[in-house]
């Protein structure tokens, strides 16, 4: 038997034409799935990316394979160190093998995330390009229409390919954004109050910070394709703008920022969130007096929203070297944080 497994990383089976989405999302699929069997209950054990490959390929829940995140120790995978696999826990690929497959992958995945114990399912694994994670679909593709013609007359094989283009950022050019758009409205839910419900608590990815604010600007690369955050209706369903200049310069296509000061500016620049932002419930920053400002999320390491006994806020310790500078932004000094609990 000749297996073809697809892994596309990020993408929402409700979001797909198989599935029921109303709009003409993916055509290509709903051609397979016509000649294919369907499955209506089918789980990811662990999520987001790192969790959900290892559990895929160990056989193992998180709790069990020790990966259940990203970072540090939640990111390492449970192998005692030896002299080949061991026999009560063998990987996919390693049960393939002795069952007489060969086993490939065309993924960057193990680079990606630093899990090189993914290298250990296959007998070839192929990088599609040089980069070391968010290859481009046609770039995959390429390179695994040239392994199948090279493998067409062989049997019993396995082939792994990873997809990432439904992750963020969405790089598409505008023109698919716009004609998506057009082909009809979005889904009724999330409605307003549910996006109200997730402007309560904060997490990376989540509403209030869709570009991982932790690790960057937290403003969105691809304004004309991803708002900064999802306050609204308007940003969740209505978002697509004609692109114009990085936001970095200053200039972005999205709503006016307000600043909740009285009499203050509208903020331009790469800073502008220093001083405002669209409306959400106010957060006081602890890096300087003066009007509370909207915008940014409850746990960011540089604000907290003052006092709020009914919110189960809580001061944790943080490591020496992040503190702030005049203006809220993070410098070498501090040693604390505001967290939700």
């Excluded at 999302?25 to 051609?31: A, D, E, G, K, V």
């Excluded at 090189?116 to 399912?121: P, Q, V």
């Excluded at 439904?166 to 409605?191: C, F, I, K, L």
Aim: include cysteine; aromatic fraction near 10%.
């Amino acid at each position: 038997m000749r297996i073809i497994y697809i892994d596309v990383d990020t993408l929402r089976a409700d979001h797909t034409t198989p599935y029921g989405y109303h709009r003409p999302t993916t055509p290509n699929l709903q051609r397979l799935a016509d000649k294919s069997v369907t499955f209506d209950r089918y789980y990811c054990s662990d999520s987001p990316c790192l969790p959900s490959r290892t559990a895929l390929t160990s056989g193992q829940f998180g709790i069990s394979n020790g990966v259940i995140g990203h970072f540090g120790p939640a990111a390492q995978f449970r192998l005692d160190a030896g002299h080949g696999p061991e026999p009560d826990r063998p990987l996919l690929g390693q049960r393939l093998g002795w069952g007489g497959y060969y086993t490939a992958a065309i993924s960057v995945f193990a680079e990606r995330h630093l899990a090189y114990f993914f290298h250990g399912n296959f007998r070839e694994s192929i990088r599609a390009t040089d980069r070391f994670g968010d290859e481009e679909a046609p770039d995959v593709t390429r390179a695994a229409i040239d392994w199948l013609r090279r493998h067409a007359d062989e049997d019993d094989w396995y082939l792994h390919l990873t997809y990432w283009d439904p992750h963020t950022n969405y790089t598409q050019p505008a023109e698919w954004t716009e004609r998506m758009a057009a082909s009809g409205p979005v889904q009724a839910w999330p409605d307003e109050e549910t996006i109200a419900a997730h402007a309560e608590f904060y997490g990376p990815r989540s509403a209030l910070d869709l570009h991982y604010s932790l690790m960057g600007a937290g403003t969105s690369p691809v304004p004309h394709n991803m708002p900064d955050a999802i306050r609204s209706r308007a940003d969740f369903g209505g978002w697509w703008r004609p692109p114009t200049s990085s936001p970095r310069t200053g200039t972005r296509a999205s709503p006016t920022w307000r600043c909740p000061a009285p009499g203050a500016a509208e903020a331009t620049g790469p800073d502008r969130t220093d001083q405002c932002s669209r409306g959400s419930p106010p957060w006081r920053s602890p890096c300087r007096s003066g009007p509370s400002r909207t915008g940014r999320r409850p746990g960011r390491l540089d604000h907290h929203p003052g006092p709020q006994p009914d919110r189960g806020w809580v001061q944790r310790d943080r490591p020496a070297g992040l503190g702030c500078r005049p203006g809220g932004r993070l410098t070498a000094r501090g040693d604390v944080r505001w967290a939700a609990t």
